[in-house]
């Protein structure tokens, strides 16, 4: 039995005994089964950070996203990546597609990490040159077994989802595929399916 106060013996690492570490285990899995939980209070606390200048704030345009996804008939893997993919924005926001895909990369398709990661650079053919970025920087991609995916990703989920009119799904509601991917054993190949390409929907 684990109390929530109980700590181990040492200061340093290599100063602990088994059961110090045994300690560390037990108390590691129930803070696993909390990762749905602190992906949710991050995503809300961007409806709190200073507007970006879009119609909705981040935490919606995630929830309009993941809820495309859904609607689309998207599983559980493309479901938790709409709604995480830019969930690194205020800590990441020049990288944030990567911190996005490293958070999802233990329990998701290869190909959903792949295309998290690259999102920001599919984006920019929606919004370049107005905005100074070069539409076409996908390009140095398009034979890559994703490019397609990712293509999609943003041009049915991500680009759309800043629209005031849009009647998003609840944070509650993406609380059962958060959990269902989180839960995966990490690494597990019968999840990671490397080498596949199964697109979107
Ligand atoms: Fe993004
Ligand atoms: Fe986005």
Redesign the pocket.
Known sequence: MTTSNETVSFTRMDAGTKADYDLLARKFEPYMTESPDRYIAALEAQRHERSSGYPIDRCE??LQ?ATRARRDGADADWIVAALL??IGDALSPMNHGRMAAEIIRPFVREEVTWVVAH?PIF?QHHSGPMNGTDPDARETFRAHPHFDAAAMFCARW??V?FDPGYEADSMERFRPELTEVFARPAFDPVHLCPGEAIGLA
């Open positions: 345009h995630a996203a993919h830019d999102h984006q991500d680009q989802s």
